[in-house]
Nanobody, 114 residues
Framework: VQLVESGGGLVQAGESLRLSCAASGSIFSINDMGWYRQALGKQRELVATITAGGFTNYANSIKGRFTISRDNAKNTVYLQMNSLKPDDTAVYYC?????????WGQGTLVTVSS
């Protein structure tokens, strides 16, 4: 079982990006999924989570700008990021409770220039 993120890149402040994270392998169940980020020299922090039923939770720093969603049929979680700021620059990681184990993706770099 693995999680693979995609969609990172270099954008200017104010622009948007959409991250995707797809789970693959022998999957029997996926419960909560989420996005975290780690900026250079800082600890990894929560960005957003979503339950299997679609309930969401967001960090205060990104509320109103980012939206987490998921497609259970595709075992994929998304993060739509709008109005990006230089402070959003970080490696973004997805995770998921898959088959009752917490799995992490390898991360995708998002760089926001001013």
């Amino acid at each position: 079982v693995q999680l693979v993120e995609s969609g990172g890149g270099l954008v200017q402040a104010g622009e948007s990006l959409r991250l995707s994270c797809a789970a693959s392998g022998s999957i029997f169940s996926i419960n909560d999924m989420g996005w975290y980020r780690q900026a250079l020299g800082k600890q990894r922090e929560l960005v957003a989570t979503i339950t299997a039923g679609g309930f969401t939770n967001y960090a205060n720093s990104i509320k109103g700008r980012f939206t987490i969603s998921r497609d259970n049929a595709k075992n994929t979680v998304y993060l739509q990021m709008n109005s990006l700021k230089p402070d959003d620059t970080a490696v973004y990681y997805c995770n998921g409770m898959i088959n009752r184990y917490l799995r992490w993706g390898q991360g995708t770099l998002v760089t926001v220039s001013s």
